[in-house]
């Protein structure tokens, strides 16, 4: 069974604050810098060039994959790190239309990430506009899947809302159509039991900034089912995707299975922090994180409904349609957020109107849901919001 208390100490979590934005950026593991430390001086000072082989750092990708690929029902050898969520999208969605020769449609719905759907789009202009990418609303997606889909993209967890599509029902439909399924798990990975095995996923990317806390810009990663590793043919093939890197042929060759997904230079300072964070799940059962995720979320929900009128609840009630988080509407949600960071409630806001909150059980309490309320309550009350610096649009949301 998971030890909350300890999961707790884990993290550095500023005096003062309830850090409920977890879901887009974790807090840092207090393991972190001792790590990267370590990687600073002992292995980049000490072995300059000779730590790639000396300190392995070639190997970091997959070996990190593989503990990632645990998380989310990937047996090893199917998970490779690196680059970023968008780029990873790009390389599963021109693998998949790559497989699917013969058909023209990419279908997302209306709530997924845009990136992703800019990766869509992006692609599309590459290959002279033959390819479509059709949007349906979430609720009508299962619906929309037809033989003229090569490629269905979707995020597991709605970004803005919370809510959660079926993996294994709409893999299972699309197969049925004769369309791959690429799985989005940003919302997903570290936040609730994922099994892209079972669930028959054919790609699965994901980020490892948000709840697996790697840190700001840490490094992506991506999934292709062992039936398909051979056959997807990466579209960005970058050196160290190549069969033979060192050997500097002037011709691409794919490598082996999931390696063919290596791009670039993997980043071995963010990799030693995701290192870091990866430690914690060794002793983490994510059953007992998504049991107390839903209890935390269903928490927040009572209270909120109870002592804040005025904001409406987006986020599914439904235990099997909510992931980790909680968003409402209100038409000051902007300004409201703002006045919460000012009194140590981190959220953050998502156009056109949504206040959503993280619920990250590794770190959050009853008692940090109860006093978030507490202040968005008061803030509520008395218009706190109504101020012009909570109104200014910063870079960041």
């Given at each position: 069974?998971?030890?909350?208390?300890?999961?707790?100490?884990?993290?550095?979590?500023?005096?003062?604050?309830?850090?409920?934005?977890?879901?887009?950026?974790?807090?840092?593991?207090?393991?972190?810098?001792?790590?990267?430390?370590?990687?600073?001086?002992?292995?980049?000072?000490?072995?300059?060039?000779?730590?790639?082989?000396?300190?392995?750092?070639?190997?970091?990708?997959?070996?990190?994959?593989?503990?990632?690929?645990?998380?989310?029902?990937?047996?090893?050898?199917?998970?490779?790190?690196?680059?970023?969520?968008?780029?990873?999208?790009?390389?599963?969605?021109?693998?998949?239309?790559?497989?699917?020769?013969?058909?023209r449609v990419i279908l997302s719905d209306s709530g997924n990430f845009?990136?992703?759907?800019?990766?869509?789009?992006?692609?599309?202009?590459?290959?002279?506009?033959?390819?479509?990418?059709?949007?349906?609303?979430?609720?009508?997606?299962?619906?929309s899947i037809t033989e003229e889909v090569a490629v269905l993209l979707?995020?597991?967890?709605?970004?803005?809302?919370?809510?959660?599509?079926?993996?294994?029902?709409?893999?299972?439909?699309?197969?049925?159509?004769?369309?791959?399924?690429?799985?989005?798990?940003?919302?997903?990975?570290?936040?609730?039991?994922?099994?892209?095995?079972?669930?028959?996923?054919?790609?699965?990317?994901?980020?490892?900034?948000?709840?697996?806390?790697?840190?700001?810009?840490?490094?992506?990663?991506?999934?292709?089912?062992?039936?398909?590793?051979?056959?997807?043919?990466?579209?960005?093939?970058?050196?160290?995707?190549?069969?033979?890197?060192?050997?500097?042929?002037?011709?691409?060759?794919?490598?082996?299975?999931?390696?063919r997904m290596r791009v670039g230079t993997p980043p071995v300072m963010?990799?030693?922090?995701?290192?870091?964070?990866?430690?914690?799940?060794?002793?983490?059962?994510?059953?007992?994180?998504?049991?107390?995720?839903?209890?935390?979320?269903?928490?927040?929900?009572?209270?909120?409904?109870?002592?804040?009128?005025?904001?409406?609840?987006?986020?599914?009630?439904?235990?099997?349609?909510?992931?980790?988080?909680?968003?409402?509407?209100?038409?000051?949600?902007?300004?409201?957020?703002?006045?919460?960071?000012?009194?140590?409630?981190?959220?953050?806001?998502?156009?056109?109107?949504?206040?959503?909150?993280?619920?990250?059980?590794?770190?959050?309490?009853?008692?940090?849901?109860?006093?978030?309320?507490?202040?968005?309550?008061?803030?509520?009350?008395?218009?706190?919001?109504?101020?012009?610096?909570?109104?200014?649009?910063?870079?960041?949301?």
């Amino acid at each position: 069974m998971t030890d909350f208390t300890w999961t707790r100490e884990q993290f550095h979590l500023p005096l003062g604050m309830i850090y409920l934005d977890g879901n887009s950026l974790g807090p840092m593991p207090k393991a972190t810098p001792a790590r990267i430390e370590r990687m600073l001086h002992e292995e980049w000072a000490e072995q300059l060039i000779t730590g790639w082989n000396n300190c392995g750092w070639m190997q970091m990708p997959r070996r990190l994959g593989d503990r990632i690929g645990a998380l989310i029902g990937a047996a090893p050898g199917q998970t490779v790190v690196g680059d970023t969520l968008s780029i990873k999208v790009f390389q599963a969605l021109a693998a998949a239309l790559d497989l699917r020769p013969d058909r023209r449609v990419i279908l997302s719905d209306s709530g997924n990430f845009p990136s992703d759907l800019y990766m869509a789009e992006g692609l599309v202009r590459l290959t002279g506009d033959r390819h479509e990418l059709r949007l349906a609303r979430p609720h009508e997606l299962e619906d929309s899947i037809t033989e003229e889909v090569a490629v269905l993209l979707v995020t597991e967890v709605d970004y803005r809302t919370g809510r959660r599509h079926d993996l294994a029902a709409l893999t299972r439909k699309a197969h049925e159509m004769g369309a791959l399924v690429i799985w989005d798990l940003a919302h997903s990975a570290g936040a609730l039991p994922v099994d892209v095995t079972a669930g028959a996923a054919d790609f699965a990317v994901g980020c490892t900034y948000k709840y697996i806390n790697a840190g700001p810009g840490a490094p992506a990663f991506i999934y292709v089912a062992p039936d398909l590793s051979e056959a997807a043919e990466p579209a960005l093939s970058g050196w160290l995707g190549h069969a033979h890197p060192f050997a500097f042929e002037r011709s691409y060759r794919p490598g082996d299975g999931i390696d063919r997904m290596r791009v670039g230079t993997p980043p071995v300072m963010q990799m030693a922090a995701l290192d870091a964070a990866l430690d914690i799940w060794d002793r983490v059962d994510i059953r007992d994180i998504r049991k107390r995720s839903l209890a935390l979320t269903g928490l927040m929900i009572e209270e909120v409904e109870t002592h804040c009128p005025g904001v409406r609840l987006v986020t599914p009630r439904d235990n099997e349609k909510r992931g980790s988080q909680v968003s409402f509407r209100f038409e000051q949600g902007y300004a409201t957020i703002q006045a919460l960071i000012d009194q140590g409630v981190i959220g953050d806001f998502r156009a056109p109107d949504i206040m959503r909150f993280g619920i990250t059980p590794l770190y959050i309490t009853e008692d940090d849901i109860r006093e978030a309320v507490e202040t968005l309550a008061r803030t509520l009350r008395g218009a706190l919001w109504d101020n012009p610096r909570y109104r200014r649009r910063r870079a960041v949301t």
